[in-house]
């Protein structure tokens, strides 16, 4: 039961950082700010997320390949879509317009640094001993 806790835990921690990722790039997406950089930020902001998966994934759940299954299924079919929709009904058109965009575009950028993070974060965390 603990450890199904900890990975819905991490699975919000997954979405919070999604969401904050979705709000920092729809800021630096204006016209008169970096909107020609937006792709370095966008690779930026990923790898930064990825290192804080791994961190997390190391310090949270430790080696247990079972946690990825449970951590993204959890966070694709049910705190994505609703923080999202939280997000968009909380903000006004135009930005929410850019949310939907970048949350569309980027999303794949966003997975493979999730799975990459927690991948490497399992696979160099050190074995539990049992005693």
């Known amino acids: 039961m603990k450890y199904l806790l900890k990975t819905q835990i991490f699975a919000l921690l ?4 999604w969401i904050i990722y979705l709000v ?3 800021f630096l997406d204006q016209p ?13 902001l990923a ?13 949270l759940l430790g080696r247990n390949w079972s946690a990825l299954p449970l951590v993204l299924i959890s966070y694709f079919l049910l705190y994505k879509p609703i923080f999202q929709d939280i997000l968009l009904r909380i ?7 850019i ?9 794949t950028v966003h997975l493979l640094a999730t799975i990459i993070g ?10 539990q001993l049992k005693n």
């Open 118 to 127: 927690m991948g490497f974060g399992i696979l160099f965390s050190r074995p």
């Open 32 to 44: 008169d700010r970096a909107l020609r950089y937006i792709n370095s930020f966008v690779f930026g």
């Open 47 to 59: 790898i930064l997320l990825a290192i804080i998966y791994l961190v997390l994934t190391r310090y």
């Open 14 to 17: 997954l979405t919070l950082s």
């Open 24 to 26: 920092v790039l729809a």
């Open 99 to 107: 949310i939907k965009f970048l949350s569309i575009s980027t999303g």
């Open 91 to 97: 903000t006004n058109e135009s930005y929410g317009s």
